[in-house]
């Protein structure tokens, strides 16, 4: 599994405890990553203004690509972007895509900007084709991506599986790792390795129980 995103991106949200990752407290999300683009002077920024705009923030727009080789089996793309600081409760994947993969897990990505998927129900995948644009629809407060890896293809059904993925950069607490195969968890700073391939994705899941 590869990163959906080119650059630099924040994980705001990953790991195996409720303490660094809220989606652990819903079954069918365990081990969920949220990722947040950075870029600015530092390489650490958010955002580029006051942050009370979407376009202020660096993951609006940005182009999401697929991190698995698969079937696209589900998409939502009309629901609208909410404003910064607010969120759609009812619809709380808001616009996604959902890929089935060749050993029949299933990647969940939400959030996407309204109208921007450009995948379809029944098309094949590749991994880096681009699905969409990151938005803020759904149960969002500001734009980012959501990543999550089911053993159904009925979003919040089912158990959620712990997605390593391949050939990336990480930089923890200043320390940085090029080209490794990791799980992730909040507070790691990830881009895709440049020289990684693509086209031999390695893909490890496990599973847990309460």
């Not at 009370?52 to 079937?71: C, R």
């Not at 089935?100 to 880096?128: N, P, Y």
């Not at 968890?185 to 031999?200: Q, R, T």
Request: charged share 20%; proline share 6%.
């Amino acid at each position: 599994m590869k990163l959906p995103f080119h650059d630099r991106w924040f994980v705001a949200s990953a790991g195996d405890t409720i303490n660094v990752n809220h989606h652990m407290a819903v079954r069918a999300q365990w081990y969920g990553v949220d990722f947040v683009k950075v870029s600015g002077p530092t390489g650490r920024s958010l955002k580029s203004g006051p942050g009370e705009q979407l376009t202020d923030h660096y993951s609006w727009d940005a182009e999401v690509l697929s991190p698995v080789s698969g079937l696209v089996v589900h998409t939502l793309d009309g629901l609208p972007d909410n404003p910064i600081g607010t969120k759609d409760e009812d619809q709380i994947a808001g616009n996604y895509v959902v890929i089935e993969t060749a050993d029949h897990s299933f990647v969940f990505l939400a959030h996407f900007k309204r109208s921007s998927i450009s995948v379809r129900q029944g098309q094949s995948v590749t991994i880096g084709d681009t699905l969409g644009r990151c938005g803020n629809s759904g149960n969002s407060t500001m734009p980012h991506i959501h990543l999550h890896l089911q053993d159904t293809p009925t979003f919040n059904q089912g158990q959620g599986l712990n997605p390593i993925f391949t050939g990336i950069d990480v930089e923890l607490t200043g320390k940085k790792f090029e080209n490794v195969d990791w799980p992730l968890i909040k507070g790691l700073f990830v881009s895709n390795h440049p020289a990684a391939k693509s086209s031999s994705p390695r893909t490890s899941v496990t599973t847990r129980s309460f």
